[in-house]
């Protein structure tokens, strides 16, 4: 399965794809993005079974990535991974077709139990 963390913070990236490994969700590919621009070029070319993006990012945003793929037809699994979550972001990203937003901090176990469901 292939799994895409965009995130402009390489640190963030690493820490995301520590807690997939964490909650159980080693073995995958991971493929990665340091802004929405670099994530939907990427997509295109090789769709990922996945998507976990954070919300504020230069060149351009999650929900404008997500936005993106939906103008394009590609529907993968998509949900954020952000420091903020208010309910009118929350509201948003379902609008938008997220399938989750998970808060930062986060944990294995809060990564276990939104991802299972999408994770093979």
């Given at each position: ?32 993005a340091g802004d929405g621009k670099e994530a939907l070029d ?55 077709g997220a399938r989750f937003l998970i808060a930062k901090p ?15």
């Open positions: 399965m292939k799994i895409m963390v965009v995130d402009d913070s390489k640190a963030m990236r690493m820490i995301v794809m520590k807690t997939l490994r964490d909650a159980g969700f080693s073995g995958h590919d991971i493929i990665q990427l997509i295109l070319e090789d769709r990922p079974d996945l998507v976990l993006c954070d919300w504020n990012m230069p060149n351009m945003t999650g929900p404008e990535l997500l936005a993106a793929l939906k103008d394009e037809n590609i529907n993968p699994p998509f949900g954020f991974v952000t420091t903020e979550a208010t309910p009118a972001m929350k509201e948003q990203a379902e609008e938008l986060f944990t294995a176990d809060t990564f276990e139990e939104t991802l299972s469901a999408y994770i093979r």
